[in-house]
Structures are given as structure tokens and as C-alpha cells.
């Protein structure tokens, strides 16, 4: 039975010269890695891409142009349509058209490391100028791997650079890549692979910062933007909120271990309350796009996050029913 999901999703860019290194290292790719491959090439923008045809003749893999919402699938090519921008959201395209940055694998690459943290591989070819060396640092920052092609590149540009930059790991030609693609499969424990809600609600990276809130400091407001969420490590936060009368109530005290803020992921624009440090806390903030990312990418991460809040709207329900007896 096929895997649902790729063990690795492997984001190659090129530009000039880079037909040839796509072939060379699609002819040495076994068509059964379990990965999935997806080319974005820089293309004029009214130009009709044939590449999807021409690299179907040097791989069994389906290879096929990318569209919006189409699920990526292992052990299929996957090529980026003309004059658009491509990205990852979870295990799925995401297409805009027509395209708003000349930076097209920049901006992919940098969307598969915020959706497939260590499963992200990414593959810098043949072509003029530095596009893709800062992807390659996001999926270096997030725990991927990262390639770029040696001097075999008919145009050196962007491997160049992206070697420069520091954030590449492997400088091979293109057959060597594949080779070196199944030594990542093979040696890529379980363990390594594994996503740990722990690590993850306790270390910085992409869409996460510690910050510190003295005693008594705001987190946020009732009525601001609703755009990340928290992740209490230390400290005590009250959560309150303010009726068009002027009257205040508290609606919750939180502890470490506890999420606040979470509205923003239900499309709620503003926030509903405030939140405000009883104690000296450090929270972990997470931007809005990393956490739906993650909830959508990581089952352990779903599946923490959905038994607090079902635990919290127990404890909830019993507060509410205590108040209701006892003002009775």
C-alpha cells in the first residue's frame, strides 16, 4: 500500500541551465524513493511550460504541473506552472496567479520549510543570481537538508551563492544527488523523523519566539489583532474581559502547559478578551500560519492541542456550574 504522505519533500530550483541538471538527476532517481519532487523553474511569464512533457521521458514517476489545492503524493514529480507563485500549505498546493515576486523558488522553499520542518529537502541548480539561498536558510533554520549543485552547473549563479551563504549541506552533481537522497532516507531514524510536541512548544523556529512579560504586563488587548497564539512555559496569566458597560471579569487563570489567544485560529480577527501576566511569565508566541502548519502537518501536535482544550472546556463547564448553584 503507498505511504499517504512522502517521507521527505525534496523543492529543486533552477533557472538557466537547468533543463539538463533536472534530466541528469531525474534519469538517476529510482521512480519508488517514497519522496515526493517538486521543479519550480523560472519561466516567463506568458510562456506555455513543456517541462512537465519533457521530464516525463527521463523518469517512471508521474510527473505532473502543479495546481491549487492538489495534494503532493510520494513518488511523483511535481512541476510549477508559469507566471504564478507556488507554496506548500500542510501536504497541498497552494497557486497564486499571477505571480507577485520574481523570488519564485525563494518563496517556495521558504513554505516548504515552514510545513515539512525536517522532511524538507531543498535542491539548488544551474541558473544566474541568488535565488533559492534564502529558502535554503529557512530549511537549514527548521531542520532540513539542503543541496545545491557543484561546477558541473552550466551556470554557476545561484548554487554559487547558496554555497556561500554557509546553509547548504551537500555540493554534488546532479546523479549524485539521487544517491545521496536514499543515504537521508536510509539513515533518518525514526526518532529523528518523530515530531515531539514537547520540543516544540519549548524551542524557538520558524513563526516561534520566547518573550518575556513582567508582573502585570498586557499580552494582548481585547480588541487587537488576533494573529498568534501563546504557550505558557512559566508564570500565571489572567485572562479578562471588558462589556460595553465598562465592567470587567475574569474569565480564566492559566498556568504553564496552558494555550491562550487560540481564537485567531477559527478566523476570529480580534481578540475577545485580555490576557495579562499575574506572575513573571515566559510564553512561547507562534504566529498563526506556523501553528495551522504544524496542527495540519503533526497528528501528536493535533492531538495535544485538542485534549487541552476539550480538558479546559470541561473545567470550564464545571466553574459555570459551580457559579450557577452557588448564586442560586
Known sequence: MERLHPTFVVGIG??????????TLLDALSPKTGMAFIIVSHLMPTADSLLAEILSRHTKMPVTVASNAMRIRPNHVYVSPPNTD??????????????????????????????????????????????????????????????????????????????????????????KISDALRRLKQNATTKELDFDPKIFLATIGEGRTIVLFPEKQTIYEQGGASDTVFYIQKGKVRLAVVS?????????????????????????????????????????????????????????????????????????????????????
Open 14 to 23: 533552477g533557472s538557466a541551465g537547468g533543463l539538463i541538471a533536472y534530466k
Open 86 to 175: 507556488i507554496l506548500i500549505r500542510g501536504y497541498a498546493f497552494q497557486i497564486v496567479s499571477p505571480r507577485t515576486t520574481r523570488r519564485q523558488i525563494d518563496l517556495f522553499l521558504s513554505s516548504l520549510a515552514e510545513s515539512m520542518g525536517a522532511r524538507a529537502v531543498g535542491v539548488i541548480l544551474s541558473g544566474y543570481l541568488n535565488d533559492g539561498t534564502e529558502g535554503c536558510r529557512r530549511i537549514k533554520a527548521n531542520g532540513g537538508t539542503t543541496f545545491a549543485q557543484d561546477l558541473s552547473a552550466e551556470v554557476d549563479g545561484m548554487p554559487r551563492n547558496a554555497k556561500a551563504s554557509g546553509c547548504i549541506d551537500f555540493v554534488l552533481p546532479p546523479d
Open 244 to 328: 460595553n458597560a465598562g465592567m470587567e471579569a475574569t474569565t480564566g487563570i492559566l498556568h504553564p502547559g496552558d494555550f491562550c489567544g487560540e481564537g485567531c485560529l477559527a478566523g476570529q480577527p480580534l481578540r475577545l478578551g485580555t490576557a495579562t501576566a499575574m506572575t513573571d511569565c515566559e510564553l512561547l508566541r507562534i504566529d498563526k500560519n506556523a501553528m495551522m502548519s504544524a496542527l495540519g502537518r503533526e497528528p501528536k501536535l493535533s492531538d495535544v492541542f485538542t485534549a487541552y482544550l476539550l480538558a479546559r472546556n470541561i473545567r470550564y463547564e464545571a466553574d459555570l456550574i459551580a457559579q450557577l448553584f452557588s448564586s442560586s
